[in-house]
């Protein structure tokens, strides 16, 4: 796909943000996500990345209370990287939890 435009962008982060809402909706207190749209949708993972930590850091940032915890299931050693790089930016460790739990994924929450 290579780059992508805003309107990539926006479907990208209304799926994560739809998601988080439907989490909240029905009570669930952890909501766990995979790397959306990078596999043979061919978004780029690089950019992919930030769209998904800047979306669920901003809907925590506004319903904190309702949420325990969101994972991030990686399963390629690139993406890995992408999450251990990027998830600083978005959830510096001072101001708020992000935790390596396996090989695959990530925790931020609680």
Do not use: W
Not at 3 to 13: A, D, F, K, T, Y
Not at 23 to 46: H, M, N, Q, W
Not at 57 to 68: I, P
Request: glycine share 6%; aromatic share 10%.
């Amino acid at each position: 796909m290579g780059e992508v435009g805003e309107e990539e962008r926006s479907r990208l982060r209304d799926c994560y943000h739809h998601s988080l809402q439907k989490a909240t909706d029905t009570k669930l207190r952890t909501v766990a996500f995979p790397c959306i749209s990078t596999g043979i949708y061919g978004y780029p993972p690089e950019q992919a990345v930030h769209v998904a930590l800047e979306t669920v850091r901003k809907y925590l940032d506004e319903h904190h209370e309702k949420l325990d915890r969101v994972i991030f299931c990686v399963f390629l050693p690139t993406d890995k990287e992408l999450y251990l790089k990027n998830l600083p930016l978005y959830f510096p460790s001072g101001e708020s939890t992000h935790t390596h739990l396996n090989s695959s994924c990530f925790l931020v929450g609680e």
